[in-house]
């Protein structure tokens, strides 16, 4: 098989053959004061435990940052640049969002196909100057490339360790905001004049969109109100990633489905569904070799009847017809050809039946820790339809509590390395006094 006058070796062809269409994808998370945190610790892998189970830790090493945090935290980032007025918060509630977090992803496949992880650096990176276009570089807090997650489907069907690279970009919705002199001012001149400008933390202005829906005939479709109906502005994020890209000469994909509710599976049910689609395939392989092996064993089973053929001489010799000898003749170079496949189909099934329970196994351990945390929030989930204002109080406390916890434990931490520096330089003047 050619590709682009190339021949492909055995696992390139089995890319080709059996891989859905590349799509790409870019969508958008949001995250007040009390909940980036979860975010942060996924990002910049700072947990010891990760909710998505293909992390190989190993592997962390290998994730790129296209850009870091110039101090310890998300929301320390954001409280520096406040107060060196590079953005502003005013006004904006406890509960604000103030952070936006933007993922963008391509199928595992199609970095695969184009030389793995170095390609995929530098996709990401380019996708990283789009997120800095569009946001403004210095409101991109963070930006890193994982390439530490197994794709499990990948790597059982290519025989090799298939990793799936994409990018977590964590970012300010910034908008320009006039502030005008109020009518109090002293200066009848000034009033309702410009006073300044700043940038204002607001995620709905960042992505209110004005660009109105139409049908096939180009009409604007309107809403019962009669009011006109506007594009999502995520969905014109995805034309603008996929036109940015394409335009810097990343080919061979497609702008992510329209609709596509994909993205919004959490990773444990995202496993899951995966796992069923990986279980289909495997069941409809074994049924396809199975199709494979049994004319193959009727053969086997044509060969024992040979033992039949014949009758004894009075010499104690075996006497057959002509007509048994050619059938006898047959069967056995038959029989000859067909034991190596028998053996290589027999293997070939209880390969992908091997598999296949491995597979299910691994599912119901996941449908189990899924239920169980399922029935650990079912207090919650009660609470939440009953009596959603108290859960929505609970909830802002838990984070309340979360967040004090987190900056304990880094002013612990900070004070250890403080007293350990002490302890070094004491060492340090305590060595040179004995010099």
């Known amino acids: 098989m050619l590709c682009n006058g190339f021949a492909l070796s055995g696992k390139e062809r089995k890319m080709a053959k059996t891989n859905k269409a ?10 007040t004061a009390f909940d980036v945190s979860k975010a942060e610790r996924h990002n910049e892998r700072k947990n010891e ?52 977090e933007i993922v963008i992803d391509v199928n595992t496949m199609y970095f695969e196909r184009n030389g793995g992880y170095e390609y995929a650096k530098q996709f990401y990176e380019e996708a990283y100057h789009f997120i800095e276009e569009k946001f403004g570089a210095d409101n991109v807090i ?61 995620h709905s202005k960042k992505w209110k969109s004005d660009i109105p829906m139409t049908d096939e005939k180009g009409n604007p479709l309107l809403k019962k109100n009669g009011k006109p109906m506007f594009r999502a502005s995520y969905s014109i ?31 444990l049910q995202y496993q899951i569904q995966q796992d069923k689609e990986r279980l289909e395939k495997l069941q409809k392989r074994i049924q396809k070799e199975q199709v494979k092996y049994e004319p193959a064993r009727h053969i086997s089973k044509t060969l024992n009847e040979i033992d039949g053929m014949g009758q004894k001489t009075f010499t104690g010799k075996m006497a057959i017809s002509k007509e048994d ?12 050809t067909s034991r190596a496949e028998i053996n290589k189909l027999e293997q070939s099934a209880n390969y992908y039946r091997q598999k296949y329970f491995d597979s299910a196994n691994a599912l119901e351990r996941m449908k189990t820790k899924y239920n169980e945390l399922k029935e650990k929030c079912r207090p919650f989930l009660q609470a939440l339809e009953h009596f959603p204002e108290v859960a929505k109080l609970f909830t802002e406390k838990v984070k309340q509590l979360f967040s004090f916890k987190e900056a304990q434990e880094r002013a612990e931490k900070e004070a250890r390395e403080k007293e350990r520096q002490e302890r070094i330089k004491a060492r340090r003047n305590k060595r040179g006094m004995e010099r």
């Open 237 to 267: 994020l995805q034309d603008e990633l996929f036109n940015y890209m394409t335009e810097r000469g990343f080919k061979g994909f497609q702008r992510g489905e329209y609709g596509s509710t994909a993205e919004h599976l959490t990773s």
């Open 49 to 100: 435990t990760y909710e998505n189970m293909n992390v190989i830790t190993e592997r962390i090493a290998l994730n790129v940052h296209f850009k870091k945090p110039t101090v310890p935290t998300y929301m320390e980032q954001l409280k520096q640049m406040e107060t060196d007025g590079l953005v502003s918060l005013r006004g904006l509630r406890k509960d604000a969002t103030l952070f936006n």
């Open 22 to 31: 590349d799509m790409s994808c870019a969508r958008v998370k949001q995250y």
């Open 142 to 202: 963070s930006a890193v490339m994982h390439a530490d997650e197994i794709n499990v489907a990948a790597t059982e069907e290519l025989g090799k360790e298939v990793y799936h690279y994409h990018l977590h970009a964590m970012v300010l919705p910034v908008v320009e905001k006039e502030i005008l002199w109020s009518k109090r001012c002293k200066n009848p001149e000034l009033r309702g004049t410009v006073k300044e400008v700043v940038n204002q933390i607001s």
């Open 325 to 336: 000898y050619s059938q006898l003749t047959a069967l056995a170079k038959e029989g000859i």
